[in-house]
């Protein structure tokens, strides 16, 4: 659902909105707040007057009440905030005015904005998700996943220094959290993009010649952002990197710059040199750069596989002794991750990805009933939890898990298909046919090609 402006009103609701703002200027807040409802209730993509309801709800709340009226809005929101959850199950637009009607008391609720939230995000609405965002930014600042969401939707809608400025102030407070410098690189990584003119070029507005003036320039900056650079590209960055480093033998930068281009190049030697020049550094302790560092091995062991001779006799035995010292240094990387950073939720999702592969069930139940906790890494780490269980056949728990997953699937994406067709599987495995040919067809109905759904549905027909 995309979202509208006032200049996309009917005539009817704009003089309601007219009406609404009107009262709003007068500090008529109970009418206002009831005037907006009413044009949300038709027109819920309608940014500017969501804007205006949560102006009037807010200024209406600062009036007074007393704190014996927060504590029983606080208390009574609860069953809204359930019934919200459900509405958003079934349809995200059914959920909004449920929120609203929470909002209206209590402005403030944390519940009721994440459930505005969820459903603008599943309507495709970032501004009116950022609106409440920033509510959930403002009562909770050291919230990571708030603040990287938070910035996340801000770059969405075009204001990404903003977005920069908010995750710049968090890696403050988390100088060693992974998820928050990776979110960091992207959005200066579009802020670059912004300020270069790239938007305009790739919309056919505007020009080369726009964003740089010098073409040798232009042609240094277009190599140095490409994701495959060519070989002489790469040998020629090489040799301005290391002709810089003799003049600035404490240029960092640098040296990272060339760990990362001769691993581009395949010359893992000189790589990992450079890498460990930088562990033996300042930065030695840095999570990024063990990371890095564990990329370029693992590159190593992926181009060493590629080398190989297919055809050779002792080719099987060969890939076999890479693949497993590929996954063995996997696994103790990510292990000693884990070990330093024991609450990152998303190392030990990693962690139970890797026992698992590596059929260590147990381990990796253990690690994917940690990362649930991790809302970005719930619905698949309990998606892996039900295949550890359906690999022990305790198939009534791996449903579960699945069926709890769905609930949190509003929308019918790749993600929750997964999901559908994974507890159909396992209710296949539980002999309830019935039951799975439900899942089955919940799919059949809207992706005919996906998986085997189409032979399993069109047999259960046959059948019949």
């Known amino acids: 659902m995309a979202e509208k402006s006032l200049n996309d009103l009917t005539r009817d609701l704009r003089v309601l909105y007219t009406k609404g703002h009107d009262a709003l200027q007068r500090d008529n807040f109970d009418y206002a707040i009831d005037l907006f409802n009413q044009v949300l209730a038709r027109e819920p993509g309608l940014y500017e007057c969501r804007q205006k309801l949560r102006t009037a709800q807010m200024r209406k709340a600062g009036k007074g009440g007393g704190f014996m009226k927060k504590m029983w809005s606080s208390a009574s929101s609860s069953p809204m905030v359930v019934k919200g959850e459900a509405a958003l199950r079934r349809d995200p637009v059914t959920a909004l005015p449920i929120a609203e009607e929470i909002l209206n008391s209590d402005p403030n609720n944390s519940s009721a904005h994440r459930l505005v939230v969820k459903a603008a995000t599943a309507l495709e609405m970032p501004r009116t998700a950022a609106l409440s965002l920033e509510v959930l930014f403002r009562n909770s600042p050291k919230d990571k996943e708030v603040a990287i969401q938070l910035a996340n939707t801000l770059a969405k809608i075009g204001e990404v220094k903003r977005a920069e400025k908010i995750l710049t102030d968090l890696q403050q407070e988390f100088p060693s959290d992974n998820d928050v410098a990776q979110a960091l690189k992207n959005i200066s990584a579009r802020n670059t993009m912004d300020e270069g003119g790239y938007d305009t070029l790739a919309e056919g507005t ?229 039951e799975a040919i439900e899942q089955f067809k919940i799919i059949y109905e809207v992706d005919i090609g996906y998986k085997d759904v189409a032979a399993k549905v069109e047999k259960y027909y046959s059948g019949q």
């Open 206 to 434: 505007g020009s080369y010649r726009d964003i740089l003036r010098n073409k040798e320039e232009a042609v240094t900056l277009e190599q140095q952002n490409r994701v495959e650079k060519s070989e002489d590209v790469t040998e020629r960055l090489i040799n301005e990197y290391e002709g810089r480093l003799r003049n600035e033998p404490n240029n960092l930068k640098l040296v990272r710059s060339l760990a990362e281009s001769y691993a581009q190049k395949k010359d893992f030697q000189k790589a990992m040199a450079y890498y460990d020049r930088l562990k033996s550094s300042d930065v030695g302790n840095d999570a990024s750069l063990d990371k890095a560092i564990s990329e370029t091995v693992i590159r190593k062991y992926e181009h060493q596989i590629s080398q190989l001779d297919n055809t050779a006799p002792d080719y099987s035995d060969k890939l076999a002794v890479l693949q497993s010292e590929k996954a063995a240094y996997q696994l103790n990387e990510v292990q000693k991750r884990v070990e330093r950073f024991p609450n990152d939720l998303q190392y030990r999702f990693e962690l139970g990805q890797l026992y698992l592969q590596a059929g260590k069930v147990s381990e990796a139940i253990a690690e994917f009933q940690k990362s649930q906790n991790n809302p970005h890494r719930r619905v698949a780490s309990l998606n892996l939890l039900a295949q550890c269980f359906a690999k022990r056949k305790m198939y009534d728990m791996a449903a579960r898990q699945l069926q709890g997953a769905i609930k949190e699937k509003p929308v019918l994406d790749e993600e929750k298909k997964e999901l559908v067709y994974n507890l159909g599987c396992v209710l296949e495995n539980m002999n309830k046919k019935e």
